[in-house]
């Protein structure tokens, strides 16, 4: 059974930061290209950041610069490290794992960025 699980999400004031994981299982998580996508009040989900299986990373033009994404293959986790928080950000954050024909997500991690 495939589970991605999500943590780290919360409620932080404007300016902060913080740390998402990604805990995967039932993959061959080092063969997966791995993404963070967000969906914020009101908007269709989008892709916030990806590292590919080869560790190449893409991130969407409003979070560069302040997020980075990074994977740990030991551990089966990837990491959205959210620095310089603004409101905008404020959303919930899904992982995704994808692989050919295989596509997978979490159940999703809430960010609250308000002061």
């Known amino acids: 059974q495939v589970k991605l699980v999500e943590s780290g999400g919360g409620l932080v004031q404007p300016g902060g930061s913080l740390r998402l994981s990604c805990a995967a299982s039932g993959i061959m998580f080092s063969t997966y290209d791995m993404g963070w996508y967000r969906r914020r009040p009101g908007k269709q989900r989008a892709l916030v950041a990806r590292?590919?299986?080869?560790?190449?990373?893409d991130y969407a033009d409003s979070v560069k610069g302040r997020f980075t994404i990074s994977r740990d293959n030991a551990k089966n986790t990837v990491y959205l490290q959210m620095n310089s928080l603004k409101p905008e950000d404020t959303a919930v954050y899904f992982c995704n794992a994808d692989h050919l024909c295989y596509n997978y997500w979490g159940q999703g991690t809430q960010v609250t960025v308000s002061s």
């Open positions: 590292i590919t299986f080869g560790t190449a990373t």
